[in-house]
């Protein structure tokens, strides 16, 4: 009688351990892959939704974008463009060039871009920033010649 207690219980912990697990562990080891597989990237569209004003390295004002223009950028691989809308223009406003990025660091490089943008263009092709990289948002942060904070840009992802 003991015998046949003691298999009942060892075939009920047997079958108990090789249940599935929980969905949402499943999920999270998912996530969890994903992201340590997928390194972060600037490649898809992003939309600027505000911008920092520094003064001595620190945030002293924040803007939203909405209200005075919407502005997208893409990356492929190699590759960025960027156009934006003035809501109170009709000014046609964009760039395209290529561009690269390493920690902390993003250089564009312009090669054409709106009228506007040409005359900008021919004074200046390269611009570097400061980056702050994250899964879904970075900051382009302008430097100035001692390497001080300025301004930023800050991006979501939308694509």
């Known amino acids: 009688m003991k015998s046949k207690i003691l298999t009942l219980c060892m075939i009920v912990l047997l079958l108990n351990s090789c249940k599935d697990q929980p969905e949402n562990d499943v999920k999270n080891k998912d996530l969890e892959t994903e992201m340590k597989e997928k390194?972060?990237?600037?490649?898809?569209?992003?939309?600027?939704?505000?911008?920092?004003?520094?003064?001595?390295?620190?945030?002293?004002?924040?803007?939203?974008?909405?209200?005075?223009?919407?502005?997208?950028?893409m990356y492929s691989d190699h590759k960025v463009m960027w156009c934006k809308l003035l809501k109170t223009d009709s000014i046609e406003f964009f760039g395209y060039g290529s561009y690269s990025y390493d920690e902390g660091s993003l250089t564009e490089v312009l090669d054409f871009g709106s009228a506007f943008?040409?005359?900008?263009?021919?004074?200046?092709?390269?611009?570097?920033?400061?980056?702050?990289?994250?899964?879904?948002?970075?900051?382009?942060?302008?430097?100035?010649?001692?390497g001080n904070r300025i301004y930023s840009e800050n991006y979501v992802r939308v694509e």
């Open 117 to 146: 943008m040409n005359e900008v263009i021919k004074e200046q092709q390269e611009f570097k920033f400061q980056l702050k990289l994250q899964p879904d948002s970075f900051q382009q942060i302008e430097l100035d010649e001692d």
């Open 39 to 73: 390194p972060m990237s600037l490649n898809g569209t992003w939309e600027l939704k505000g911008f920092y004003n520094y003064k001595d390295n620190v945030v002293v004002d924040s803007f939203s974008n909405h209200t005075i223009a919407r502005q997208v950028k």
